[in-house]
């Protein structure tokens, strides 16, 4: 099948960044309360990669379009600051690890002043590599990594389908951090629903803790029409909790949570209301501010539902 160039979906601190593309949809295309899970994954050809990255570079230092490729490279190309390179799609980690590497490799030789690379990556594919590959691809600037963690607990991992266990997620973040990649990760808050909440909780603040990531995002869940979750809730089976009881998450997510140097933040477009701070210096702080919306519960205070987003 030919490869369909995806959207882009990045994280928003890659928003300076070229968005590449070396895969399309995600390996791990089952999460119940996923869009990604209604596609499936679709590898790149390497050589069109690299003919991608070669007109990047006929623009950038010669200022040359090259024909055959597409407007979005050269949208992208106005707008990049010529630093930062984000790998598309949902788990670009599950590209092939030569293929990978050669890429990293190519993009590097044509753009040596390069600060760094990102990509999505689950921890599947985390642990699908050894040490030392994780330890070339940092060496290729693979700098950060962005997991989906979604949540400690395990029987909210098995309901969603998202294949890993809570222990696993951990083993992934270890090796991530011992390539000296940078691991960013992210929870959802009411990914448990009514039922499930408090160990939904408890369990997150552990996995995050034992992970002790250098970013943690909060999302709050964000129903997608055409997914399981989706149908799961509209029979009923599965119960969304309420904004405010979405921002206790988030509250009793920060307080349980231990790191050692953390940027913590829900300032996505999906969470109710947005803290930030960097923990635990911040934690007192952030703590207040969503103590101070729980006892006053004004739904004026809130995003407007209209104004989440995904
Ligand atoms: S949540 Fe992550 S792992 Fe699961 S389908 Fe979506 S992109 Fe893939």
């Known amino acids: 099948m030919p ?9 928003p601190s ?14 791990n295309n089952s999460c119940t309360f996923c869009a990604f899970s209604l596609t499936n994954l679709g590898i790149r050809d390497l050589e069109d990669v690299k003919r991608e990255i070669d007109a990047m570079s006929m623009y950038v230092h ?5 024909a055959g490729q597409p407007q ?10 010529g630093r930062r390179v984000f790998l598309q799609d949902g788990d670009a980690l599950a590209y092939p690890y030569p293929k990978l590497l050669e890429a990293l490799q190519h993009l590097n030789q044509k753009f040596p002043r390069l ?10 594919d985390v642990l699908r590599r050894s040490p030392e590959e994780l330890k070339a691809l940092k060496e290729q600037k693979l700098d950060i990594l962005y997991m989906g963690v979604e949540s400690g607990d395990d029987e909210v991992l098995r309901k969603i389908k998202k294949n890993v266990t809570h222990d696993q997620m951990v083993e992934a973040a270890k090796k991530v951090k011992m390539a000296g990649i940078l691991l960013s990760v992210t929870v959802i808050l009411g990914l448990g629903g009514t039922h499930g909440s408090k160990m939904h909780v408890a369990e997150t603040a552990r ?5 002790d990531p250098d970013f943690a995002g909060a999302l709050t869940l964000t129903l997608v029409p055409g997914t399981q979750l989706y149908e799961e809730w509209e029979k ?3 119960e969304l909790i309420t904004p405010f009881e979405s921002l206790q998450e988030l509250k009793e997510i920060v307080e349980k949570s231990t790191f050692t140097n953390c940027f913590f933040s829900s300032m996505h477009a999906s969470n109710y209301y947005a803290i930030r701070g960097t923990l635990p210096r911040d934690k007192n702080k952030m703590l207040s501010q969503l103590n101070a919306i729980l006892s006053r ?13 995904l």
């Open 115 to 124: 600060q760094r690379v990102a990509s999505y990556a689950t921890p599947q």
């Open 72 to 81: 979005i490279v050269y949208a992208i190309l106005q707008e990049w600051d």
């Open 207 to 211: 996995v995050l803790t034992e992970m």
């Open 62 to 66: 010669h200022g040359m379009w090259v």
């Open 3 to 11: 490869f369909v160039r995806p959207e882009i979906i990045r994280p």
């Open 297 to 309: 519960k004004d739904p004026h205070l809130l995003r407007p539902e209209f104004m989440r987003g």
């Open 236 to 238: 009923g089976e599965f």
């Open 14 to 27: 890659e928003h300076a960044s070229y968005y590449l593309p070396l895969t399309s949809g995600c390996s």
